[in-house]
């Protein structure tokens, strides 16, 4: 079996930070994880950050200089979301994506409230 698992939410004040990590296990032949995406209530999900197909990084606007999305030098299977001066409007419901194995698979999602 596979699983894929967020971690790392919590509530933060305005300006403050959190790193969300997501981590892939089980019977894994072929992985890549897509990257971090997010959902607030009554709201689409979006993407908030990811990896493109060469390799490189692609964020959405609102949170371009503040998020970085990176791999585990050591873990391949593990990504994390680093997200510095967090704002209100970032309080959503964070997921990860990936394919694994020829198939997508969504993490259960972990929450991230940005308040005073």
């Known amino acids: 079996q596979v699983q894929l698992v967020e971690s790392g939410g919590g509530l933060v004040q305005p300006g403050g930070s959190l790193r969300l990590s997501c981590a892939a296990s089980g019977s894994i032949w072929n992985i890549n994880i897509k990257g971090w995406y997010r959902q607030a209530p009554g709201k689409e999900r979006e993407l908030v950050a990811g990896?493109?197909?060469?390799?490189?990084?692609?964020y959405l606007d609102s949170v371009k200089g503040r998020f970085t999305i990176s791999r585990d030098n050591d873990a391949k299977n593990t990504v994390y979301l680093q997200m510095n001066s967090l704002k209100p409007e970032d309080t959503a419901v964070y997921y990860c994506?990936?394919?694994?194995?020829?198939?997508?698979?969504w993490g259960q999602g972990t929450q991230v409230t940005v308040s005073s």
């Open positions: 994506k990936a394919l694994i194995n020829s198939r997508h698979y």
């Open positions: 990896f493109t197909s060469g390799g490189s990084t692609n």
